[in-house]
């Protein structure tokens, strides 16, 4: 009996990406391209590290993939970047100061990220710059954008995938271009939480504050990172200024204990997070004291 030949899978059953067939017009310059987007079942959740990134283990048939380097438009023409909700909105609002910085902003991400090519399927390296363009896109844009804290975020990651590139190539100092991205979101987070506090631009109006894409952890999670990236990147050169940023880092983390019950505003593996980074919180001050002594 003939033995019958099973048909090989089609090469698009292994594709991670797709693009969206509605073309997307750029408000800034009127360049026509299409979304690329994460087809579903392509990653492996892994563990969440002290940052709140959700990692993932590679597949066989896809190798590693990192789904936030799909979260941002960017323009292939002009590289006017944004945040999917915000893309038409503030390109159209911003339209005249985001085309007379074109040259400028192409000319600074290629500093730092090069070559870059938007039309062909994105890498790490292209991911990565795209959350660099949000930076520069969002400088100036209006609170109703909450642009604070989406460079925040922006920044964050930014660090998380110039990590994945050092990974991939540890000779070519992408652990130098994360560190001053750590520092970058160490900065915006500090900043967007004195401006949501002060009301001079509410981050509350937002539907996801990140920090990653796999869960919302809201203004308890703001205030994590903020105290987390203090602890891990803020300045030690004045030992006194070190202890008032770090004392009022461990008050905030211990007043977001102080709700009490595990609920949707503070899931679970976020209050576990949250007593690890107090009790190193603790340790440290504790250390202070006792080099005091």
Same mark, same amino acid.
């Not at 937002?206 to 990236?229: F, I, S």
């Given at each position: ?5 099973? #048909? ?17 017009? &750029?408000?800034? &310059? ?12 392509? @990653?492996? *959740? ?9 990692? +993932? ?16 438009? @960017?323009?292939?023409? &002009?590289? +006017?970047? !944004? ?34 090519? +938007? ?6 390296? *292209? ?10 896109? +969002? ?19 930014? #660090?998380?995938? &110039? ?13 130098? @271009? !994360? ?18 506090? /002060? ?22 999670? @703001?205030?994590? %990172?903020?105290? %987390? ?22 008050? /905030? ?11 949707? !505003? ?7 997070? #949250? ?12 250390? /202070? ?5």
């Amino acid at each position: 009996m003939q033995k019958i030949q099973t #048909a090989a899978k089609p090469d698009k059953d292994r594709k991670v990406t797709f693009y969206v067939k509605e073309p997307i017009r &750029c408000p800034i &310059c009127d360049a026509s391209f299409h979304r690329e987007e994460l087809f579903s079942g392509r @990653v492996n *959740a892994s563990d969440l590290t002290d940052e709140l990134h959700r990692t +993932y283990k590679p597949l066989h048939s896809f190798g590693d993939v990192h789904p936030l380097i799909y979260e941002i438009d @960017v323009c292939p023409s &002009c590289f +006017y970047a !944004a945040f999917r909700s915000d893309f038409m909105s503030a390109g159209t609002k911003f339209e005249s100061v985001l085309r007379d910085s074109i040259e400028a902003r192409i000319d600074q991400v290629q500093k730092i990220f090069s070559p870059l090519d +938007y039309q062909s399927p994105r890498g790490v390296m *292209a991911g990565a710059a795209s959350y660099y363009l949000v930076m520069l896109c +969002y400088d100036g844009f209006s609170k109703e954008f909450s642009p604070t804290i989406k460079c925040a975020i922006a920044s964050i990651r930014a #660090a998380w995938l &110039c990590n994945a590139l050092h990974a991939g190539s540890s000779n070519e100092n992408w652990d130098y @271009v !994360a560190g001053i991205f750590y520092h970058k979101a160490r900065y915006w987070y500090r900043l967007a939480l004195e401006l949501e506090q /002060s009301g001079k631009e509410p981050y509350s109006i937002q539907r996801n504050l990140g920090p990653d894409t796999d869960k919302n952890y809201g203004h308890e999670g @703001v205030l994590y %990172m903020a105290a %987390m990236l203090e602890l891990k990147y803020g300045p030690t050169d004045n030992v006194q200024k070190r202890r008032e940023n770090l004392t009022a880092s461990k008050y /905030s983390i211990a007043r977001m204990f102080g709700f009490g019950k595990k609920n949707k !505003a503070k899931p679970g593996p976020l209050l576990d997070k #949250a007593h690890d980074l107090y009790e190193r919180l603790k340790a440290e001050l504790q250390e /202070s004291d006792d080099e005091d002594e």
